[in-house]
């Protein structure tokens, strides 16, 4: 039936069909034939120009050919263009190796004008190489001439009058700079660039409706961070750097101090002289060691350097809670832990199963986990007196671990100009006013520190002090309303670090700066600042610094265990470094009006069915945060916030007080900025809207009359 294939020479009957398409001009008679048809109009989801397409590319601009294809083929109009994406870390990624720069310090050094032209090149040369590669997949649609996205790649950062046609055949002419601000443009066709000044003007726009109804604001947030990029990661970022590692986790105990709960019942406190006061002394003031605490929350961490910021310690008001004397030699201490937690066999299904995936077996050479009963067996043994309701515990005071550090006893939090103004979550007296964060970061701000460390010192005598603060605290429950402190892993006390944690930064801002400050331990590049003794300039992440935080609670009979555990844990995708989690300002916009969006994706047809997409899109509506817009970086779509910082006067009792305010404007589209612009217009003009020619841009503060200066931060993806 069938006759046997012998060289089928695929290759070269895929050249010959190409060239026979290209000397028929077959793609443009199939838009002529169906021009005036119905429209259906597929929008391209861009890949980065960032590398040469890979096999995944492939598959995709196949499907997406595929569709169109058939579309065209029932008689319809179709629009027919492809997309690059063009901005943000992926690229700054590249161009980093390309000019061995390893640091933002390094990149600022270089110069940031030569950086973003670099960037520019990178995506124009890669632009043009995938869209070889797409013709010779086969894909239809309307691209642009390779040589002349190389030709323009060739001249960027120069003045050089450049010629080119345009996909639609048009001659036009401009610096490199000039002509790569309008690629993809309606009159000229070709593929759409996300670098292009339409498309950032379209950000702007959006932007610009949100500030109007009062959406954007500048806040705080614990967000995923990489040292060495000196960043925030996004969700998407931070999924593409999951990986299964091992940390040194350890068990610790914090001093109970004084037992009296929300109802106002207090019981005495067993001391190390064995006599029971109403309030046992804190050991950081090493008076009188007989009356320190012999009862202990037991704590377990996998992020010991997290100790140094402990504010609270969270429970379920609902678990029932055991207390348990320890018989270890010369040491028989009391520890409160969840019931279920004593004898719970942690990871045990991954110990067998893994943890999901073929490669994230458990790890070789780690042993599999002891039950907290076991490591108290191990010890000496230990005996339940006890059982009591975690709501019974709430109230309670304990003592820090590294209550002795400078930053424990700050006023407000630590540092002040970066704790003090999240107010962990005081809204009331900075969001209201479209204010809500000091930025800690001396390359924007010199100027302004002194007036800013003025404005913290007055602040700051508001709010209590971390050590103030630790009290045991209802956990409380998620979105879904699930309890936040679960039994099963861990000891049904959480350790709370405001600054270091999003779970725990959520509760403080619930909780209010009055009962919770925040301590954010950690500079730009994952260091401990000055406040922290002996953590002072220590890596985060450094497996030193674990060994270091175990010898100092060691030294105070603090420690009870360390172990390696195993969990999955995000890092940096670029550099395979752990990321770590930093209190940092950031731009947001606030999603109280998610309802709307809700209701578009009510209307929308989700295909296919059997993946759920629709009520997916709803979840994560429902639960997403604020969103963040802003990054820390230099290649992106530079925010079009400007803003003015000063103080001002206001009588309140007879006395006058100095409050900080911090004005804000968003800027619509370049006609708007350049009708407002009061300095460095001619800076920009002939560039695309990038940093750094943005950044020499002022306005006039309408309030006030002085200059308002751009944000540093560029768009997050």
């Known amino acids: 039936m069938f006759e046997k294939v012998g060289d089928a020479s695929f290759i070269k009957g895929e050249h010959e069909v190409l060239k026979f398409w290209e000397q028929n001009r077959i793609f443009d008679k199939l838009r002529q034939q169906n021009a005036g048809k119905p429209k259906w109009n597929f929008l391209d989801g861009p890949i980065t120009a960032n590398n040469p397409m890979g096999v995944h590319h492939a598959w995709g601009r196949t499907y997406k050919d595929a569709y169109q294809r058939y579309y065209a083929m029932t008689g319809h109009e179709l629009r027919y263009q492809n997309g690059f994406d063009c901005q943000g870390l992926w ?20 110069g940031i004008d030569k950086f973003v032209d670099a960037c520019k090149r990178r995506v124009l040369k890669f632009a043009a190489r995938q869209t070889e590669q797409s013709i010779r997949l086969g894909y239809w649609t309307d691209w642009d001439d390779p040589d002349t996205l190389r030709l323009l790649a060739s001249k960027i950062g120069t003045e050089e009058v450049v010629t080119i046609t ?13 002509l790569v601000a309008r690629l993809g443009n309606a009159e000229w066709g070709g593929s759409y660039f996300t670098f292009s000044t339409e498309n950032n003007e379209t950000i702007w726009t959006f932007l610009k409706k949100c500030f109007n109804r009062g959406k954007i604001y500048r806040g705080y947030d614990v967000m995923p961070w990489s040292g060495r990029g000196g960043s925030a990661y996004s969700q998407m970022e931070v999924a593409d750097g999951r990986k299964l590692t091992v940390h040194r986790a350890c068990f610790v105990g914090f001093p109970v101090l004084k037992k009296t709960n929300e109802k106002g019942v207090t019981q005495k406190v067993q001391c190390k002289d064995g006599e029971e006061r109403d309030e046992a002394e804190p050991t950081r003031r090493k008076l009188l060691v007989p009356m320190t605490s012999n009862e202990y929350l037991l704590i377990w961490t996998t992020t010991p350097w997290t100790l140094t910021s402990n504010v609270l310690a969270a429970v379920n008001p ?11 030699k010369n040491d028989e201490a009391i520890y409160y832990l969840a019931k279920d937690n004593l004898e719970f066999q942690r990871l045990s299904k991954e110990f067998k199963e893994g943890f999901g995936r073929p490669e994230w077996a458990w790890p070789s050479g780690t042993p599999k986990l002891k039950s907290i009963g076991q490591i108290f067996k191990e010890q000496g043994g230990y005996e339940v007196v006890a ?41 009331e007296l900075f969001a209201k006013e479209g204010v809500a964060g000091i930025r800690n970061e001396k390359t924007d701000h010199e100027a302004k520190i002194d007036r800013v460390s003025e404005f913290a010192t007055e602040f700051t005598t508001k709010y209590p002090s971390a050590i103030s603060c630790h009290k045991v605290v209802d956990g409380g429950r998620d979105s879904k309303g699930n309890p936040m402190v679960m039994a099963g892993e861990g000891t049904g006390i959480v350790h709370i670090a405001p600054g270091c944690g999003d779970v725990d930064h959520l509760l403080g801002q619930r909780l209010g700066p009055q009962m919770c400050v925040p301590i954010a331990p950690l500079g730009e590049d994952g260091r401990f600042l000055d406040g922290f003794g002996e953590f002072t300039g220590r890596e985060a992440t450094d497996p030193a610094t674990a060994e270091f ?13 360390v172990e390696q555990y195993p969990h999955i844990y995000p890092h940096c995708w670029r550099t395979g470094d752990e990321l770590i989690f930093r209190l940092v300002d950031e731009w947001l916009i606030n999603m109280d009006w998610r309802d709307e969006i809700k209701e578009v994706t009510e209307a929308i047809r989700w295909l296919p069915d059997s993946i759920n997409g629709k009520e997916r899109e709803l979840e994560w509506l429902t639960s997403m945060r604020d969103w963040m817009i802003s990054k820390k970086r230099f290649w992106g779509l530079a925010l079009p916030i400007w803003v003015e910082e000063y103080f001002e006067e206001k009588e309140i009792d007879g006395k006058t007080t ?33 940093r750094p020619w943005i950044d020499a841009v002022k306005i006039k503060n309408p309030k006030t009359g002085r200059l308002m200066s751009r944000i540093v931060d560029v768009g997050n993806p």
């Open 91 to 110: 690229v700054e990624v590249e161009v980093e190796k390309e000019l061995n720069l390893g640091s933002k310090t390094a990149i600022a050094e270089y």
């Open 166 to 178: 345009t996909p639609s055949g048009k001659t036009e002419s401009g610096t490199a700079s000039e």
């Open 318 to 328: 609902d678990l029932e809670y055991v207390k348990v004397i320890s018989k270890k």
């Open 387 to 427: 059982t009591l309701k975690g709501s019974e515990m709430v109230g309670w005071q304990y003592e820090g671990p590294f209550d002795e550090l400078d930053a424990q006893d700050a006023n407000g939090g630590f540092p002040e100009v970066v704790a003090n103004r999240s107010g962990a979550g005081d809204r």
């Open 549 to 561: 935080v175990f010898e100092k609670l060691k030294q105070k009979h603090l420690l009870v265990m």
């Open 658 to 690: 100095r409050e900080l305010k911090v004005d804000f404007e968003v800027i619509g589209s370049l006609e708007e900025l350049k009708s407002r612009a009061v300095e460095g217009w001619e800076v920009l003009e002939g560039h695309t809207p990038h």
